[in-house]
């Protein structure tokens, strides 16, 4: 990370010390956690935001011509069928968004790639950048993505054979990323797409408490589940006593940039005993570190302004390669019978049932 960087971190820093007690903040280091990793994870939130809102923006055309000459498609394939099979999976992926909003008592903001309109042709369209436009894609391109999302991969018929290919998908696709993230601008695209996936779909997470519980033998519980449940926080906004140790202002939180690698601290002692204090201590401490990064990086405008106007993208991969989110990959997954029955259940408890959301079942 070089200097301009660490100039930053300090600053996030020092704002988090100048507007969060400090006895509240040495409760949450306490329980397992560092100021390093609050000031860590704002960057890393600060960047993305940088990153994005400086990223070239293209029509849905552009991608559409691009992806057939990527893939060596026939050059007499049907344009209209790709344009409209993209379009429905952005309809599709609002709706879902639709859902979740009405579920929750916050606001939480749009998906990326809900971007402005262009008229600078007879059809208006949306533009959209690299990362936006694989967002559209992922959803309709990886059976992971739309089998979680639809729940499928909860279901009987969901079997082990497809569990298996949609995980073998999974793994080319982040191995080969993890292997070009030394290529430029690579580094940053490539780290914001798994975290993406991960912080969203929490696979590899998965993964490692189901081998974990496999490995010890252990039942899964509706201990267990809770416990996951609020790792992966899985429904309603969460009401914190930061706001009793701050002077800024927060009425309720929804995290949308949770910290994902430092979930991996706790997987051991949770399988062993997920009611443990320990185990309930560092949640606790994990949704209060949660809240001060939503916090800083809504209230801290003069960093981001100034990152805006002052990190170029070499300095951003700097830090990307000292963050390094795929820390928490796991290449090379073992799916045994034993593992997909345990992943079922727990996606079944952690993921989003739109089927079920009306006005009645609110918070």
């Known amino acids: 990370m070089n200097d301009k960087m660490k100039y930053i971190a300090d600053e996030i820093g020092n704002y988090i010390y100048e507007n969060i007690n400090n006895d509240y903040l040495e409760s949450i280091f306490y329980y397992g956690f560092s ?28 991608f559409v011509d691009k992806e057939i000459e990527e893939k060596k498609l026939d050059k007499n394939i049907d344009f209209d069928s790709i344009r409209k099979q993209r379009e429905r ?37 949306h ?18 993505v739309k089998s979680i999302v639809d729940r499928k991969i909860t279901t009987k018929d969901f079997t082990n054979n497809r569990f298996n290919k949609m995980s073998k998908q999974y793994n080319d696709y982040f191995s080969n990323l993890v292997n070009n993230c030394n290529l430029g601008e690579n580094t940053i695209l490539n780290s914001l797409k798994y975290y993406t996936l991960e912080s969203k ?25 809770e416990a996951i449940k609020a790792l992966v926080y899985t ?20 995290f949308e940039y949770p910290l994902i690698m430092q979930r991996d601290r706790i997987i051991n002692s ?7 204090p320990s185990v309930e201590n560092f949640i606790g401490a994990y949704l209060e570190a949660n809240a001060v990064v939503q916090l800083i990086f809504e209230n801290d405008m003069h960093i981001k302004e ?10 951003m991969e700097t830090f990307f390669e000292i963050f390094n989110v795929f820390r928490t990959f796991v290449p090379n997954k073992a799916w045994e019978k034993s593992k ?24």
């Open 340 to 363: 997909i029955r345990l992943a079922k259940k727990i996606y079944s408890e952690i993921s989003f049932d739109y089927k079920t959301i009306n006005s009645k079942n609110r918070p």
């Open 127 to 144: 533009d959209y950048s690299d990362f936006q436009y694989w967002e559209i894609c992922n959803i309709h391109d990886m059976e992971l």
């Open 306 to 315: 100034w990152i805006f106007k002052n990190v170029e993208l070499k300095d």
């Open 270 to 276: 949770l399988i062993s005993d997920p009611k443990s």
């Open 35 to 62: 100021i390093e990793d609050l000031i860590m994870q704002v960057l890393f939130i600060e960047c993305r935001f940088s990153y994005l809102k400086q990223a070239e923006t293209h029509p849905l055309t552009y």
């Open 89 to 125: 999976t952005i309809k599709y992926s609002k709706e879902r968004f639709n859902k979740i909003s009405e579920s929750l008592s916050s606001n939480i903001n749009m998906p990326d790639y809900e971007t402005k309109k262009i008229f600078n042709n007879q059809f208006p369209s």
């Open 235 to 254: 429904g309603n906004t969460i009401t914190c006593v930061l706001n009793n140790f701050t002077k800024l202002s927060q009425s309720s939180y929804i």
């Open 201 to 225: 779909y929490n696979f590899d997470f998965v993964y490692k408490l189901v081998t974990r519980l496999v490995k010890d033998n252990i039942q899964l519980n509706n201990n267990h589940l």
